[in-house]
């Protein structure tokens, strides 16, 4: 079965007119499609500061599409309000949500494929880690999957340099620990992420890393301009298709 995904990552919804409009610009652009994706993966920064009417915003934005939203958090994230004001989840309404600031990481079955959205932020911090409670979430899930079930990861940070000084110097640390894992795990087929701010490929321990683009501003590069940041590039999306021989196609789109 042909699995299609959606990804949009960094809004970055901070309450002002310019952030609301161009996530509401992508939204659009998903809700016209002339057929419905499998599910939409939102990889983090989704809130700009945390904050709870700003993921009650972000909430509101992908209401009542016609496919599931699947989240994981960003370094501009914070775990109590993203549970409260986007999950619907008060401290204690789940096992690992107790203190409400444990690590979110949530597991869905899309299509036959597993789709794990995990949570990479150090709180307070912009680089990633994988802590070694998610480090064992990953591997206890994804052993309890049923034999033949393709897997993929979504998290925030890309666990590889993408030769850009800023996105490099917060990217995931300790990726050999995720790569160790992955040797345990032929079921994964990829890493999906997001942080960068850009479109870009790479491979990490023999699997494709596809980094998706921002919603709020593009991430230009060295050899482009002195000008790291750039605001007036339009919002972009990702379109993730896997196969039945698991060979997986990623399309990138701006949205004018």
């Not at 920064?45 to 915003?57: F, N, P, Q, T, V």
């Not at 989240?71 to 914070?78: L, M, Q, T």
């Not at 150090?122 to 480090?135: N, S, Y």
């Not at 590889?160 to 795990?185: C, F, G, K, S, T």
Request: charged share 20%.
């Amino acid at each position: 079965m042909t699995l299609l995904l959606a990804q949009i990552s960094d809004l970055h919804l901070d309450g002002t007119e310019r952030a609301t409009e161009r996530a509401v610009r992508v939204v659009r652009h998903l809700r016209g499609l002339a057929r419905p994706v499998d599910a939409l993966l939102v990889t983090g920064d989704i809130a700009d500061h945390g904050k709870e009417d700003e993921y009650r915003e972000a909430a509101g934005l992908l209401a009542d599409l016609p496919f599931p939203v699947l989240f994981c958090p960003g370094n501009h994230d914070a775990r109590p309000a993203y549970r409260r004001a986007l999950l619907g989840e008060e401290p204690g309404s789940t096992p690992d949500a107790a203190p409400g600031t444990a690590p979110v990481n949530r597991a869905h079955l899309v299509g036959g494929t597993a789709v794990l959205m995990i949570d990479s932020t150090i709180p307070g911090r912009d680089e990633g880690l994988l802590e070694p409670a998610t480090l064992a979430w990953i591997d206890t899930t994804l052993n309890e999957l049923p034999p033949g079930t393709p897997a993929l990861l979504a998290f925030h940070q890309p666990p590889v340099a993408l030769h850009h000084p800023m996105p490099d110097a917060y990217a995931l640390q300790r990726p050999e620990d995720l790569a160790a894992l992955l040797d345990a795990h032929p079921e994964v087929v990829a890493l999906i992420t997001g942080h960068a701010h850009t479109a870009a490929a790479s491979t990490f321990a023999g699997r494709p890393v596809i980094v998706g683009p921002a919603i709020t501003w593009t991430l230009q590069l060295p050899w482009e301009t002195e000008d790291f940041i750039g605001r007036d590039q339009p919002p972009a999306l990702a379109y993730h298709v896997l196969d039945e021989e698991r060979r997986l196609t990623t399309h990138y789109r701006v949205v004018p």
